[in-house]
């Protein structure tokens, strides 16, 4: 995919940043189609410097030489910004934000019904090292070709999923918009464990971040239920019956199932 649009980055902190990176790495676009903005001068100056694309401090001009406008700001940012770049847009261009617990109808609302099209993104930080989650959602004004070239800009940074019922967006974002945090934690308590038993420290987090990265690509590339996978390496009195008997007796299920009904409903209660 090349993109021939130019593309707006408001707010280029670190999603923002991920995204152009990854854009760049990827070669879809050249750093002069892209505007990037943040608060300070001298930090939009930094960012020039690094990746050589048009920054400054004036969300206005940078919506008004683009096509493609992706806010990237925190969620307590958006109102005033679309406030901002309300006059610069117009049916041709469209919107897409990553801010969490914002919705469609609210941004759509905000830029004063002019019918703009907004994509709502949720990616996860795992972008970082192109294993991002990206869910998106569209609006109701969105076009077929904007999706498509949503789809291949998100790409960029790791898989993409599409939903259309925009009330999952809160279960997306409790699932794989936190979903990293989840499995540092899986991942700091196994190295405990390793170490509890006398492990290196060093060498027990490797083990037991590269047997979750395993297990999660066990699961994606199989294509198998993740307990018929869990059932052919258990074998019949071996070692891992009596690790699982434990994460059972621990409520290990539970708990998890429990992290997501209630980190769902605080994405609500945010969104509300
Ligand atoms: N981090 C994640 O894992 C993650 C995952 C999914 C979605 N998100 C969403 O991504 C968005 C950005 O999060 P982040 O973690 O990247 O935040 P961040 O690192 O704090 O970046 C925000 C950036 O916005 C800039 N900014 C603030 N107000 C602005 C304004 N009025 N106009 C232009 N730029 C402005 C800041 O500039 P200065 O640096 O100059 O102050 C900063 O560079 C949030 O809405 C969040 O919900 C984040």
Known sequence: MKIKQNIAVIGVGKM???????????????????????????????IKE?????????????VSKSDIIVLAVKPQMIPQVLKQIAPALSKEKFVISIAAAIR??????????KNISVIRAMPNIASLVNEGMTVLCPGKFVEREQLE???????????????????????????????????????????DGGVRMGLPRELARKLAAQSVLGGAKMVLETGLHPALLKDEVTTPAGVTIDGLMELEDGGFRVALIKAIDRATHKSKQISQ
């Open 16 to 46: 923002g940043t991920t995204l152009i990176e990854s854009l760049l790495k990827n070669q879809v676009i050249n750093p002069s189609q892209i505007y990037g903005t943040t608060v300070q001068e001298v930090h939009a100056n930094r």
């Open 50 to 62: 690094k990746y050589q694309i048009n920054t400054g401090t004036d969300n206005m001009a940078a």
């Open 104 to 113: 469609t109808t609210f941004i759509e609302e905000q830029l004063n019904n």
């Open 149 to 191: 070239l949503t789809l291949g800009i998100f790409r960029c940074l790791g898989k993409v999923e599409t939903i259309y019922r925009e009330e999952l967006m809160d279960v997306v974002t409790a699932l794989s918009g936190s979903g990293p945090a989840y499995s540092y934690m899986m991942i700091e308590s196994l190295t």
